[in-house]
């Protein structure tokens, strides 16, 4: 098997965007990159599941992950599209399962779904969740996608 190589899309969480004061700019920046590294031979494209800027929350563009997946499945044709990670604990598990087999669908087969307990604990609080110890969340997570 050749090597693959795969690409972390911009979404705003490190502040990549920042220079984009215009959202639609923003994300018109996120799909481009995601049409060239199809263009050029990348075999993935990777997105975040964070709700915030990193490392500290800021008022700065951030796309959401899912719903960033839907969109660049519809402006892409071939490369396979994912996150790094999705966090189990941010939405329900059937929730989770419907919008993942939606984005697979959307995007013709193409998702490479990646899961795992989450570790930012001023997201969870941000969002009203309750921050899991570590050991917990890594067993639910098993759990919960058996």
């Avoid at 309750?130 to 759990?143: G, N, Q, V």
């Amino acid at each position: 098997m050749p090597l693959q190589f795969g690409l972390s899309l911009p979404q705003g969480w490190t502040m990549e965007l920042a220079s984009r004061k215009d959202p639609v700019e923003a994300y018109e920046t996120m799909t481009q990159v995601a049409q060239v590294a199809e263009e050029v031979g990348f075999t993935s494209l990777w997105l975040v599941d964070h709700f915030q800027t990193f490392p500290r929350p800021s008022q700065e563009v951030t796309f959401e992950c899912w719903t960033s997946a839907s969109a660049i499945a519809r402006d892409t044709h071939r490369i396979r599209i994912g996150q790094m990670v999705t966090c189990n604990s941010y939405r329900n598990p059937a929730l989770l399962a419907k919008m993942a087999s939606t984005v697979d669908v959307l995007s013709h087969g193409r998702l490479n779904f990646g899961i795992g307990a989450g570790g930012l604990e001023n997201e969870y609080y941000a969002y009203g969740y309750e921050y899991p110890e570590t050991p917990s969340a890594c067993a639910s997570c098993a759990r919960q996608y058996r």
